[in-house]
């Protein structure tokens, strides 16, 4: 009967072998872990499972929480695009402070209707007052799915909003959790993490017991004042049996059917300081276009001084640069927690390579990253080929500008490419995205953009992923229409 539900289930789009199998196992069940590689697919598995249990009538709304980078992209794309077509459904995005029609929408995901309710809520909502209290009111007004998407960002057992999540989700009928690394830095990363599902799916609900079981812990002294430190880990069959019970595993190795390339979007939000620079810096470029005829190469420097504080920096006319306040280096860090393996990384400016180099050598270690640009030397440059490649060496990051490292060199050792800023040269785009996707390559390649929301950033992407070289798109009046 089951089986035979889910053969005939009218998907939007034809499920794969492995988002089937979860389908198969946890539609039905009150709490599961998706634990899923990057490009996989978890958002296509659970709008399913979420379209599934409000067909059955098990629920009539979901509550989605997420990070910033990815919340928005629930609304704008994952609901859209796989929400199964005969589901009528209303989605709302949270905001401390909604505007009208944000307001409207917000308020409607309480209205007494048939069709189901979805609100999306960025993890941080969870550290307010004001976020917690609506997301309760949310959850006593329906019988819902709460789902906590990239859900490393609750291990912390102590942190406020992992406090309020879990407290939220005890009133939730189905319970979710989804990530592609459980686990970033010790298997206590797990408890809240599962203590979310449930409080005895672990088999207590004390962090503390948890640790004294699966920990190895020593006390410690210092001067007058003693501490416990963990200086190892026990019993992790019996963690991984535990875990093995509500959880789905499956890495992007076991999905043969996948497509080669899998193209995934990081959200930026741009800070207060980066807003005002680029609403200044807009208006002086289009009182410069408005004058006359442009000059390619002047538009197209209009727009890398748009994208450079897109990017966190500005270039002064003397050369000097002067830093923004920014969010793109934490999602950086941010996305790369929910990866696993090799990772390469591409950025387009100089000022980048050397900020992401700090940041990883800072978060994994010295011999962590190599970079590779156009100060990098040569016998340097084939050091970090070698090292990157070799599956033994301690460098997991490689890091470059297409420009320099986009041509002619293998990096199979990586599946994952994050391009955290583009160059406008369409050639570039296709030449580095081909330096993991080559003969000796053995798994699918995920491509991850970090992108901020209405800025050039935006159009920059959505042009290279076109196939659209931007050079010849930006002339006369069609360069307003990249500003605006």
């Given at each position: 009967?089951?089986?035979?539900?889910?053969?005939?289930?009218?998907?939007?789009?034809?499920?794969?072998?492995?988002?089937?199998?979860?389908?198969e196992?946890?539609?039905?069940?009150?709490?599961?872990?998706l634990?899923?590689?990057?490009?996989?697919g978890?958002s296509?598995?659970?709008?399913?499972?979420?379209?599934?249990?409000?067909?059955?009538g098990?629920?009539?709304?979901?509550?989605?929480?997420a990070?910033k980078?990815v919340?928005?992209n629930?609304?704008?794309?994952?609901i859209?695009?796989?929400?199964?077509?005969h589901?009528?459904?209303?989605?709302?995005?949270?905001?401390p402070?909604?505007?009208?029609?944000e307001?409207?929408a917000l308020?409607s995901?309480?209205?007494?209707?048939?069709?189901?309710?979805?609100?999306?809520m960025?993890?941080?909502?969870?550290?307010?007052?004001?976020?917690?209290?609506?997301?309760?009111?949310?959850?006593?007004?329906?019988?819902?799915?709460?789902?906590?998407?990239?859900?490393?960002?609750?291990k912390?057992?102590?942190?406020?909003?992992?406090?309020?999540?879990?407290?939220?989700?005890?009133?939730?009928?189905?319970?979710?959790?989804m990530?592609?690394?459980?686990?970033?830095?010790?298997?206590?990363?797990?408890?809240?993490q599962?203590?979310?599902?449930?409080?005895?799916?672990?088999?207590t609900?004390?962090?503390?017991?948890?640790?004294?079981?699966?920990?190895?812990?020593i006390?410690?002294?210092?001067?007058?004042h003693?501490f416990?430190?963990?200086?190892?880990?026990?019993?992790l069959n019996?963690?991984?049996?535990?875990?093995?019970?509500?959880?789905?595993?499956?890495?992007?190795?076991e999905?043969?059917?996948?497509?080669?390339?899998?193209?995934?979007?990081?959200?930026?939000?741009?800070?207060?300081?980066?807003?005002?620079?680029y609403?200044?810096?807009?208006v002086?470029?289009?009182?410069?276009?408005?004058t006359?005829?442009?000059?390619?190469?002047?538009?197209?420097t209009?727009?890398?001084r748009?994208?450079?504080?897109?990017?966190g920096?500005?270039?002064?006319?003397?050369?000097?640069?002067?830093?923004?306040?920014?969010?793109?280096?934490?999602?950086?860090?941010?996305?790369?927690?929910?990866?696993?393996?090799?990772?390469i990384?591409?950025a387009?400016?100089?000022?980048?390579?050397?900020?992401?180099?700090?940041?990883?050598?800072?978060?994994?270690?010295?011999?962590s990253v190599?970079?590779?640009?156009?100060?990098?030397?040569?016998d340097?440059?084939?050091?970090?080929?070698?090292?990157?490649?070799?599956?033994?060496?301690?460098?997991?990051?490689?890091?470059?500008?297409?420009?320099?490292?986009?041509?002619g060199?293998?990096?199979?050792?990586?599946?994952v490419?994050?391009?955290?800023s583009?160059?406008?040269?369409?050639?570039?785009?296709?030449?580095?995205?081909?330096?993991?996707?080559?003969?000796?390559?053995?798994?699918?390649?995920?491509?991850?953009?970090?992108?901020a929301?209405?800025?050039?950033?935006e159009?920059?992407?959505?042009?290279?992923?076109?196939k659209?070289?931007i050079?010849?798109?930006?002339?006369g009046?069609?360069?307003?229409?990249?500003?605006?």
């Amino acid at each position: 009967m089951e089986e035979q539900y889910l053969a005939n289930y009218p998907y939007r789009n034809k499920p794969y072998a492995h988002q089937k199998a979860y389908l198969e196992r946890f539609w039905r069940k009150p709490l599961a872990a998706l634990f899923a590689d990057m490009g996989t697919g978890k958002s296509y598995m659970l709008i399913n499972n979420l379209a599934m249990l409000y067909d059955n009538g098990e629920v009539n709304a979901a509550l989605i929480v997420a990070p910033k980078g990815v919340y928005r992209n629930w609304i704008d794309a994952e609901i859209p695009k796989h929400m199964p077509a005969h589901v009528l459904y209303r989605a709302a995005l949270w905001t401390p402070s909604p505007r009208k029609a944000e307001k409207a929408a917000l308020d409607s995901v309480f209205e007494v209707t048939e069709d189901l309710k979805i609100l999306v809520m960025n993890v941080e909502a969870f550290s307010t007052d004001k976020g917690k209290q609506f997301a309760h009111r949310f959850v006593l007004s329906h019988t819902v799915m709460m789902v906590v998407d990239e859900s490393t960002t609750i291990k912390t057992h102590t942190a406020a909003r992992t406090k309020n999540i879990l407290k939220v989700g005890r009133l939730a009928r189905f319970r979710r959790i989804m990530t592609g690394s459980p686990v970033t830095k010790t298997p206590m990363d797990l408890f809240s993490q599962c203590n979310f599902l449930s409080s005895d799916c672990l088999g207590t609900d004390s962090f503390y017991a948890f640790q004294s079981r699966f920990a190895v812990v020593i006390e410690r002294r210092l001067a007058s004042h003693a501490f416990k430190q963990v200086v190892g880990f026990q019993r992790l069959n019996e963690l991984q049996m535990l875990v093995s019970r509500f959880s789905f595993r499956v890495t992007k190795e076991e999905c043969l059917d996948l497509p080669e390339k899998v193209f995934v979007r990081r959200d930026v939000e741009l800070t207060d300081e980066q807003q005002a620079a680029y609403n200044q810096m807009k208006v002086m470029a289009l009182a410069q276009f408005s004058t006359g005829t442009v000059s390619t190469v002047n538009a197209l420097t209009q727009l890398m001084r748009l994208h450079q504080i897109v990017c966190g920096f500005v270039k002064l006319d003397d050369g000097q640069i002067q830093e923004l306040p920014n969010n793109r280096i934490q999602e950086l860090l941010n996305t790369i927690e929910e990866t696993s393996g090799k990772v390469i990384i591409w950025a387009t400016y100089r000022h980048d390579i050397e900020a992401i180099q700090l940041a990883l050598q800072k978060a994994y270690g010295m011999d962590s990253v190599g970079v590779y640009y156009g100060d990098t030397k040569l016998d340097e440059r084939q050091r970090v080929i070698e090292q990157f490649q070799d599956p033994g060496s301690s460098m997991r990051f490689f890091v470059g500008n297409p420009q320099t490292g986009g041509y002619g060199i293998t990096l199979t050792a990586a599946n994952v490419v994050i391009y955290y800023s583009n160059s406008f040269d369409l050639e570039k785009r296709l030449q580095s995205e081909d330096r993991a996707h080559r003969i000796g390559q053995t798994n699918k390649v995920t491509y991850i953009d970090l992108i901020a929301p209405k800025t050039v950033d935006e159009k920059i992407v959505k042009a290279l992923r076109d196939k659209i070289n931007i050079a010849t798109q930006v002339l006369g009046e069609e360069i307003k229409q990249w500003l605006i």
